[in-house]
């Protein structure tokens, strides 16, 4: 597992260093607007990375060498969902290091970009998309996974933007309240419980798909 998971990362040292100088770009462009533009950055980086590891895998029939080994397929399934959480740890640690390079050196951002809440909102996000887009790789492959996980993400994005736009005052308003009133062990088991359900549907069905995918 451990191993697989090593793999992910050393087959993207470059993109590894790209995805600092997206981080940089997104703190100068969207510090505007608060938290939303930390979890920006890191569904960004992380998602990006989390696809690129599998565009790589696909290009060099990594998987045809992967399915000859004695490595069982769950390990080879799991490997790539937790690689996802350890690209989210380094775009959290980037975006961290960066703002504190930020207060060392007074630079003019507006708004706090480190923050606990953005944090969250990443999580949330990148769990919400590579649980959509990995079964479908598992069950085509990228090349053909590609487009229908493109497709996915705007429609998404596009939903979750008229949603939020179409908030009256009063709805938004009830919201925080109902939030506000949640203890912070309430507030992390009520995204915990939904995340983890979320995961394990998406790697049971990534698991199947795999085990039935040809070569």
Known sequence: ??????KDILIQKRNLLMACILIAFFIFTLSNIG????????????????????????????????????????KI?????????????????????????????????????????????AIISVTIFTSISLPLIFKWGYTKAKLPNYIIFFLFVIGATSVISNLD??????????????????????????????VTISYLLSLVFYRKREF
């Open 1 to 6: 597992m451990y191993h697989l998971i090593k």
């Open 35 to 74: 938290m939303a533009g930390l979890s920006i950055s890191i569904l960004a980086v992380s998602y990006t990375l989390a696809l690129g590891v599998s565009q790589i895998e696909d290009k060099n029939k990594s998987d045809l060498m992967l399915v000859s080994l004695p490595i069982k397929k769950s």
């Open 169 to 198: 005052y009063y709805s938004t308003t009830r919201i925080f309240e109902f939030f506000g009133q949640l203890s912070n062990s309430e507030m992390i088991v009520l995204i915990l419980i939904p995340l983890v359900l979320i």
């Open 77 to 121: 399934v799991l490997s790539k969902y937790i690689s996802v959480y350890v690209f989210v740890l380094y775009a959290i640690l980037v975006n961290y290091i960066f703002s504190f390079i930020i207060k060392i050196f007074e630079l003019p951002i507006k708004f706090e970009w480190f923050t606990v809440d953005g944090i969250l909102g």
